[in-house]
């Protein structure tokens, strides 16, 4: 879930996470239910009234989202809402990819090796072709790396990359490798120490995450608000006369047919938008505690050792005092 999505104020961020998505919601659910809504005591209202109507239904549907923030990201992340014969599933297809990848990475890491270790002892034409394949085994290297660091630092697994799946989906592992960053490298736990850095950290880098957690929000509410519009807007046109048209010697619900086509493409883009928004995100999460952690220490007045292995140690004592009021 976001971890600066707390709505403070109407500014920009209140709009890119709650109202605009709401307001998309709620004009293409009227849209199926158009011949109901003409029907009734909608088209008694003036133009006037019915934009107030349409913004109270939006900021209401917005208010829906953000209470349901929670459930939204952990039925995306594969921890909510999935029977454990789909989790498992999921996940061991994800384990699957994941190991295809890390033994790509090795194998082109060893060949790599091997060239830098043998280029100098080439001739002029044989040393220009294994700088060429050079060049190609970093260029598949790079996007491998990129593919595994969606997934969370795991050396217990013993992979390659020193990565693992944690979560059956890969936005739920994307969200999973920033939250748990700040715990293995310095032994912050995520939940317990944000709030803290979040009231140290400068308004204009709050105001900067806000706004990144927010069009990281849009997106998960954008990918749900349209799997929510198959069923509503497959039934809500498939009642309407004017939906239905004549094709070859058919009579067909085209306008039905086509939100469930627009539906499932739409859930499924703002998904893998919405993964790529929160590696940005967790990119930027990450370096608030690379940078600040020692601010925090010192406006707790307390000293914290700068040897890694101490550090770690340290900061899972306050973490303990935190949670339970108990220094161990």
């Given amino acids: 879930m976001g971890l600066a999505d707390i709505p403070t104020s109407f500014g920009s961020s209140f709009f890119i996470r709650t109202f605009f998505p709401a307001s998309i ?17 909608w088209f008694t209202l003036s133009f006037e009234n019915k934009i107030l109507v349409l913004i109270m239904i939006s900021l209401l549907i917005g208010i829906l989202l953000n209470i349901c923030d929670i459930y939204i990201y952990q039925l995306y992340e594969g921890i909510w809402g999935w029977p454990n014969f789909l989790k498992k599933y999921f996940h ?36 220009e072709r294994a700088e060429e394949e050079l060049w190609l085994l970093n260029k598949d290297i790079s996007k491998l790396s990129a593919e595994l660091r969606k997934f969370p630092y795991n050396p217990d697994y013993n992979r390659f990359c020193q ?13 999973e490798e920033y939250e748990l960053y700040s715990e293995k490298q310095y032994g912050m736990h995520m939940m317990v120490f944000w709030q803290h ?6 308004k204009e880098l709050r105001d900067d995450l806000d706004l990144r957690s927010a069009k990281a929000d849009f997106s998960v509410y954008m990918s749900i608000l349209l799997l929510f519009f198959l069923p509503i807007g497959t039934i809500g046109f498939w009642f309407q006369s004017n939906t239905w048209y004549q094709v070859f010697s058919w009579n067909l619900p085209i306008y039905s047919i086509v939100a469930i086509v627009f539906s499932i493409l739409g859930c499924y883009i703002f998904y893998k938008v919405s993964i790529s928004e929160h590696k940005v995100y ?47």
């Fill in 282 to 328: 967790g990119r930027y999460i990450k370096a608030v505690f690379d940078l600040y952690r020692f601010d925090l220490a010192s406006k707790l007045d307390i000293g914290i050792s700068k040897s890694p292995d101490l550090e770690k140690k340290e900061w899972k004592k306050l973490r303990n005092y935190f949670l339970d009021y108990r220094y161990f």
């Fill in 92 to 127: 061991s297809r994800l384990v699957m990819k994941f190991i295809e990848y890390d033994t790509e990475l090795k194998k082109k890491t060893e060949e790599k090796n091997k060239l830098e270790t043998n280029i100098e002892n080439l001739n002029n034409t044989e040393k």
């Fill in 197 to 202: 850095l979040w009231f140290i950290i400068p």
């Fill in 25 to 41: 919601a709620t004009a293409l659910y009227s849209f199926a239910f158009y011949e109901i809504l003409k029907n009734s005591f």
């Fill in 163 to 175: 990565r693992y799946p944690e979560k059956p989906t890969e936005f739920g592992n994307v969200i």
